[in-house]
């Protein structure tokens, strides 16, 4: 399953940038045509910019444009959240399935997929679910990147030492940029019951990824990302808080060792009775 999410990302954002890549890049105005320039691009545009107006400047705007975005976003986040902690719940059972049909033959492959599906269904858990906010948010940054650049106000356009339609010359947007995202990360996975090396190194690849693409990204995108990221990691507490995630599985596994002492006792009672 893991597998075929990765392949399937990796060819929806393969699909997205090939046809990104064929946009055009002349300015963005109320005569452009198509779905994509005149509904998409220009609006964005022209939103940021009534922002940017009457909120303090185009950073600004981007600012309250991403927090905006974001909010919209929250139902979404709430549903991936709900659906990532039950699935963090079944991995014992996971584990156990995958350990049950260990061989790499073709038809312990299809019995391990069908008991590992009849257990997400089970539990109603949806595992295509973390790739939703993913998949929305790629054009949303592409429509930005482009609403930027296409329009001269705001490719211009300034906030404190940023220009930004360039890079940021001093580095501190990538570094904040990867910063959230190793805390945004690392929050996610302080929540899980079991880490293996994959998830231990992905908590630092991630923000390393980021920070060398942001590098290569306008200053506009890169303060999108940093608040966006930032935005995911005050959500992540208000919604996923690992800390309380594990002090309630904590009591969990007391209560349920409790339990199971007590039965144990009882059981050794009622055998000593029956010995008497």
């Known amino acids: 399953m893991k597998k075929v999410k990765r392949v399937l990302s990796l ?26 320039d005149h509904y998409i691009v220009y609006n964005f545009s022209r939103f940021i910019i009534w922002l940017s107006n009457n909120c303090g ?21 709430f549903y991936q959240t709900k659906s990532m902690l039950k699935t963090q719940e079944l991995a014992p059972k996971l584990k156990a399935i995958q350990k049950k049909y260990s061989s790499r033959d073709r038809e312990s492959m299809v019995k391990m997929q069908e ?10 858990v949806n595992p295509w679910a973390s790739m939703l906010p993913m998949i929305i948010q790629l054009p949303i940054m592409w429509a930005l990147y482009q609403a930027i650049w296409r ?11 940023l220009q930004l339609g360039h890079t940021d010359p ?28 994959m998830t231990s190194a992905m908590t630092w690849f991630m923000p390393i990824m980021v ?5 290569g990204f306008s200053s506009a995108i890169t303060l999108y990302w940093v608040v966006s990221n930032a935005f995911q990691v005050v959500q ?10 594990r002090r309630e599985r904590e009591a969990k596994e007391k209560q349920a060792k409790a339990k199971k002492r007590k039965l144990e006792k009882a059981k050794r009672r009622a055998y000593s009775s029956r010995r008497k």
């Open 236 to 245: 992540t507490l208000l919604l996923q808080n690992p800390f309380k995630i």
């Open 151 to 161: 329009t001269p106000e705001l490719r211009h356009g300034t906030f404190l030492w």
């Open 170 to 197: 001093y580095y501190i947007l990538p570094i904040l940029a990867a910063l959230f995202t190793f805390l945004s990360s690392w929050l996610s996975m302080a929540s899980m019951p079991e880490r293996n090396a």
């Open 11 to 36: 060819a929806a954002i393969g699909s997205l940038t090939l046809f990104l890549a064929a946009c055009s890049n002349k300015p963005v105005t109320s005569h452009s045509t198509g779905l994509w």
């Open 115 to 124: 008991e590992t599906s009849k257990l997400y269904k089970e539990a109603g």
């Open 57 to 77: 400047g185009y950073g600004m705007g981007i600012i309250i444009f991403t927090i905006i975005i974001r909010v919209l976003l929250l139902p979404l986040m």
């Open 211 to 215: 920070f060398f693409m942001a590098l």
